[in-house]
C-alpha cells in the first residue's frame, strides 16, 4: 500500500485545524511529508522538555546525578526558605521533579508568571514556595519542575543543557547552532524555548525510536530511553492525555508514546509499527489532530 497523508490534511483542513507541518517516518525512512508552508525553526514548547531529560540522562550516566539527588544537594543555600509544608522542597528529588509529582497544587513558573517575575533567581524562588501534599504520588503538569531539572543538570555538569547537549545529541543529529531560551541568570529554560524544525523533531524521534542509537553510535544508553518512556504515574486528562506520564514523556493511546507541545506539537513514537510522526502547528485542539493522526496516519503504517 503506498503511503499517503491526503485523507489526513483534508481532515484538518475541514476541520480548521492550523497544522503547519507533518513528517512520517517508518523503518528510518521518510515515508510522508506536507508542509502548508515551509518547515522552518519554531520554538517547540513542552517538546523540550524531553530534550532536557535527555540532559539528565546523560548527566546520570556520567555519574554527575542520580534519580535520587535532591536539590538540596545542589542548592544548599537555599534550604529551609520555604514556609512549613508536608516536605520541604529542598528534599525534592530529580525524579520526583522528571515525573511531574513534585507536590504543588499550582505549578510555579508558568510562562506568564516567568514573564512578570521579579525574582531573577528562578531557583531561590521554586525552592521558598511550600509544597500541598507529599511528592510522589499525584501528577501535576508543571514548566516549573522541568526549568528546575535543567538548572540541577547546570549545577551539576557545569554547563547549560543547552551546552551540554550540543556535542552529545545536537551535533551528532545534525541539528547546529542551536537557540534555547535562557532564564534571567541564563539558565536553559528546559521546559520550552527550544527552536528546531519539525524535520530536527523528526531526528529526534527517530533516535527515541532506536533506543538512543543513532548511525551505529549508542548517544544515550538504550536501558534509559526505555525507562523514561514508559508510565511512571497517572494522569487524569481526558483522551490521549489520560494514558499516564512517564519522565517529560507522555504516554498515548495506541501502544505509543510522545513528546508534546502547546499549539499542537508532537513527536510520537510507534514501536510496534517502528514509525515516528513529527507534527508542528499553531492549534489549541491539540486531541483533534491526535484524533486525525489515528484516524488517517496509523492504519497506513
Not at 39 to 61: E, N
Not at 224 to 234: A, G, P, S, Y
Request: overall charge negative.
Amino acid at each position: 500500500m503506498t503511503f499517503s497523508l491526503t485523507e489526513f490534511v483534508e481532515r484538518i483542513a475541514s476541520l480548521s485545524l492550523n497544522v503547519l507541518s507533518v513528517r512520517v517516518l517508518q523503518q528510518g525512512r521518510l515515508i510522508g511529508e506536507w508542509d502548508a508552508d515551509q518547515d522552518v525553526r519554531r520554538q517547540q514548547h513542552s517538546i523540550s522538555k524531553s530534550f532536557t531529560c535527555m540532559a539528565a540522562i546523560l548527566a546520570i550516566t556520567e555519574g554527575k546525578l542520580h534519580l535520587g539527588t535532591k536539590l538540596e544537594d545542589l542548592f544548599p543555600e537555599y534550604a529551609g526558605l520555604a514556609p512549613k509544608s508536608p516536605l520541604p522542597p529542598e528534599k525534592l528529588t530529580l525524579f520526583d521533579l522528571l515525573r511531574m509529582s513534585s507536590g504543588h497544587d499550582s505549578p510555579p513558573l508558568w510562562a506568564e508568571e516567568r514573564s512578570s517575575l521579579q525574582e531573577k533567581d528562578w531557583v531561590k524562588y521554586y525552592m521558598s514556595l511550600p509544597l500541598d501534599r507529599f511528592p510522589g504520588d499525584t501528577f501535576t503538569y508543571s514548566s516549573g519542575d522541568t526549568f528546575i531539572v535543567s538548572a540541577m543538570i547546570q549545577a551539576a555538569v557545569g554547563q547549560t543543557v543547552r551546552d551540554y547537549l550540543a556535542p552529545r545529541l545536537f551535533e551528532p543529529l545534525g541539528i547546529g547552532d542551536v537557540q534555547w531560551d535562557a532564564s534571567p541568570l541564563g539558565i536553559t529554560l528546559g521546559c520550552a524555548g527550544l527552536w528546531i524544525s519539525n524535520e530536527e523533531l523528526s531526528r529526534f524521534g527517530q533516535l527515541l525510536l532506536q533506543k538512543g542509537n543513532w548511525q551505529g553510535t549508542q548517544l544515550i544508553p538504550a536501558e534509559w530511553i526505555e525507562l523514561v518512556t514508559r508510565k511512571h504515574i497517572d494522569t487524569t486528562g481526558g483522551g490521549d492525555w489520560s494514558e499516564g506520564y512517564g519522565c517529560q514523556f507522555w504516554m498515548c493511546s495506541h501502544e505509543a508514546y510522545r513528546a508534546d507541545g502547546a499549539h499542537g506539537q508532537f513527536c510520537v513514537i510507534l514501536p510496534k509499527k517502528e514509525s515516528v510522526i513529527a507534527i508542528n502547528s499553531e492549534e489549541d485542539n491539540l486531541q483533534a489532530i491526535l484524533d486525525a493522526v489515528w484516524a488517517d496516519i496509523y492504519p497506513q503504517l
